[in-house]
Antibody, heavy 119, light 115 residues
Framework: QVQLVQSGAEVKKPGSSVKVSCKVSGGTFRRNTINWVRQAPGQGLEWMGR????????NYAQRFQGRVTITADKSTGTAYMELTSLRSEDTAVYYC????????????WGQGTLVTVSS | DVVMTQSPLSLPVTLGQPASISCRSS???????????LNWFQQRPGQSPRRLIYRVSNRDSGVPDRFSGSGSGTDFTLKISRVEAEDVGVYYC????????????FGGGTKVEIK
């Protein structure tokens, strides 16, 4: 059974960066797309971007272009999401989620990582 | 970009009664391979989201059969035949057919609560 395990909560200063990891176990890492989704307190789900590990292709939501970088380490089966120039509005729970096939989005989710941006 | 519009925003339901959530897309979600990639998610309070339905009507493993998905083209519906207490949460739809330059967008969410 595929599981996604994310890194722990982070507290960051405005203007700094955060890098969240997502380790995939129990499945084939390379083929399936890994997405990153965030949820600000009391808000809905917001898709940030994705990576197809086998070909290292990424797509990002327009509003995060230039601030987010998603990478994948095939040797460890781990995906990463780095967000730079943090501001208070970036305080949110960040989730990774793995597609099960083309178009069958986000069938498996990580537990979420709370990132708090505060001075 | 493809816009997903959900309704209602809030859905108070009596235990044991049915519930229905609508999701409409601004473009047809039929892909060139003939499939329609419309997904439904449930997020219970304090939990990670969980996919319930993929390709309009396919239930994920472990999803109770009181949940069903239907629809075609641009109009889709998630139905709960008899709402139970554990169904409280927010439900979202998202399409996987199109990859617009702006990225993917979830529907705004429908909050299901018990009356």
């Amino acid at each position: 059974q595929v599981q996604l395990v994310q890194s722990g909560a982070e507290v960051k200063k405005p203007g700094s960066s955060v890098k969240v990891s997502c380790k995939v176990s129990g499945g084939t890492f390379r083929r399936n797309t890994i997405n990153w989704v965030r949820q600000a307190p009391g808000q809905g789900l917001e898709w940030m971007g994705r990576i197809i590990p086998i070909i290292a292709i990424t797509n990002y939501a327009q509003r995060f272009q230039g601030r987010v970088t998603i990478t994948a380490d095939k040797s460890t089966g781990t995906a990463y999401m780095e967000l730079t120039s943090l501001r208070s509005e970036d305080t949110a729970v960040y989730y990774c989620a793995r597609d099960t096939d083309y178009g069958d989005l986000m069938g498996v989710w990580g537990q979420g990582t709370l990132v708090t941006v505060s001075s | 970009d493809v816009v997903m519009t959900q309704s209602p925003l809030s859905l108070p339901v009596t235990l044991g009664q049915p519930a229905s959530i609508s999701c409409r897309s601004s473009q047809s979600l039929v892909y060139s391979d003939g499939n329609t990639y419309l997904n439904w998610f449930q997020q219970r309070p304090g939990q990670s989201p969980r996919r319930l339905i993929y390709r309009v009507s396919n239930r994920d493993s472990g999803v109770p059969d009181r949940f069903s998905g239907s629809g075609s083209g641009t109009d889709f519906t998630l139905k709960i035949s008899r709402v139970e207490a554990e169904d409280v949460g927010v439900y979202y739809c998202i399409q996987g057919t199109h990859w617009p330059s702006g990225g993917l967008t979830f529907g705004g969410g429908t909050k299901v609560e018990i009356k």
